[in-house]
């Protein structure tokens, strides 16, 4: 039942016609990781999409516990954070049913999440490794295209930015945006003080990143 709801709420978001918005959450997890960062920043982003691609998101982004069969509501889910992350096994059996049943997920890198996903990533997909997706992907090519990759908007790691995905059965399930810091230039610009050239390529990446994930 929960595999043939998920499939008409995919079927709702990928409507142009759709008469109801589409919703997307921010992931709730344990482990004393602030969550909750970027306060502004994905409804700043759904704003942009709507705006930009033509989606119909609901404006109001939703918060959903990792765990929560509430996430079976959603399309699309991100997760973002500085610290440390935790799946228990309920969690991570959810979170795999979701995106094997359809599901995408954004894991944004705030500076301090890596070792800590990839290790609770690990739990969702033991047998499947992330790999760096080039930069000829559609992701980077959907309304917006990106030639070089991944915009940097902060410089804290030095590291030039990467973009990860879990791929399952030839779909692109989670992608993990790295070394880039995508939610820090989505958020308000007096927040973080990104010039306006540094927030709209943050905003084009993350509504290629919604387009492909409603369209692949």
């Known amino acids: 039942m929960k595999t043939l709801i998920f499939a008409l709420i995919l079927l709702l ?16 997890y344990a482990g004393g990781g602030d969550w909750y960062a970027n306060p502004t920043g994905l409804r700043n982003l759904i704003r942009f999409a709507n705006q930009h691609i033509g989606t119909t998101i609901n404006p ?9 069969p509430d996430i079976f ?3 699309f889910v991100y997760l973002t954070g500085h610290g440390n992350v935790h799946f228990s096994e309920r969690d991570a ?3 795999r049913q979701f995106l094997t049943g359809g599901g ?9 999440l890596d070792p800590f996903i990839r290790r609770e990533m690990k739990k969702v997909f033991p047998d499947i490794m992330p790999i760096e997706l080039p930069f000829n992907h559609p992701i980077f090519h959907q309304r917006f ?13 030095g590291k030039r930015p990467q973009g990860f995905a879990w ?18 230039g989505w958020e308000c610009q007096e927040v973080h003080g990104n010039s306006e050239e540094i927030r709209t390529k943050a905003l084009q990446m993350g509504a290629n990143i919604l387009q492909f994930a409603f369209t692949q």
Do not use: M, W
């Open 93 to 95: 059996a959810n979170l």
């Open 13 to 28: 978001a990928t409507s142009v016609q759709a008469q109801h918005p589409t919703n997307i959450a921010q992931l709730r």
């Open 104 to 112: 995408f997920l954004h894991i944004d890198d705030n500076y301090g």
């Open 73 to 75: 509501n959603f399309p």
């Open 145 to 157: 295209s990106f030639p070089g990759g991944l915009p940097k908007v902060h410089e804290h790691g």
């Open 167 to 184: 791929i399952y059965n030839g779909r692109v399930v989670a992608f993990y945006t790295y070394e880039t810091d995508l939610g820090n």
């Open 60 to 68: 109001v982004p939703s918060i959903v516990d990792v765990g929560s």
